[in-house]
């Protein structure tokens, strides 16, 4: 894992953050707010591997002191989660105590001392009155760090005692840019960003839900070749997956069905998967399986010449129907 680094849109905050840490003015509390999909908790984690690092270099983190590699190993002694024990349920009053007493000792690397608390407004009462007390008597070199979408679920008390930092939008060159590097080349930033409101890893999350949409997609229509349906109906049922995710998609299963013939269940990759490859191991043998992974190399080389899609969707199904024996 690497260190945790601030987003483009968060450049600003970043500074002053940099700023308070290098004159010793970071406050006790911070609360990072703003709509969802801002980023605000890699935010958050950026500011605590920052501070926790020994050799910050200029605005990151080293990646390589004792420290960072606590940190990649996902577990540093002096940095606390503090969130829900199941989503949608409150922190409760046991969980604050408990972090407060841990952080009330000396830091155990000799830094600072750490607790990301998300999300802040799940809070109860009790919890957030707990917090509150650590808060008024707070200790040296301590850093809670809360992120919340609802600032206004949390009591005003609270608020008060926290330095707010409202994490804005990116522009819409900056959002579409960070997300063009985040995404494969046939899902457009423009639209996706637009669909989220300009919050890039909202956008995130529906080009992976689109991905996974397409995934389920492919995997009907096999199973409805499997059972027998015509490939020139079923088609038509691809045609709005760009080609080069279906071939890789179709690949991607294959040699999983061949992994798991060969080498057993531990190999498989995506063990999601598993009752579709023992219905594809079912219904062809190795040599079969090995025929289709040499059709589907070749039909991605003619992606090149930008076949004609419907076509090219046809051939590919009436490939594997024929393999799969049935005429
Ligand atoms: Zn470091």
Partial sequence: MKPAQALPWHAEIWQQWMQQLHEGRLPHALLITGLPGLGKRTLARALAHQVLCRQPDGGHPCGHCQDCQLLASGFHPDLHQLEPESEGKAIKVDQVREVSSQVQKTAQQGGYKLVLLWPAEALNINAANALLKTLEEPEPRTLFLLVSDRPSGLPATLRSRCQQWAVKAPTLVEGQAWLRAQLSEDQSPQILLKAASGRPLQALKLAEG?????????QQVIESLVRGADPVDLAARLKSIPLRDLLNCLQAWL???????LLGDAAVQDSRQLP???QLNALLGVRQLLNLEQGLRQLHLQLQSNPNTELFLENLLISLTQ?????
């Fill in 276 to 278: 579709l490859y023992q």
């Fill in 255 to 261: 040699a999983d069905s061949l992994r798991l013939r």
């Fill in 210 to 218: 689109e991905a996974e949409h397409q995934r389920q997609a492919i």
């Fill in 323 to 327: 393999e799969m024996g049935h005429e």
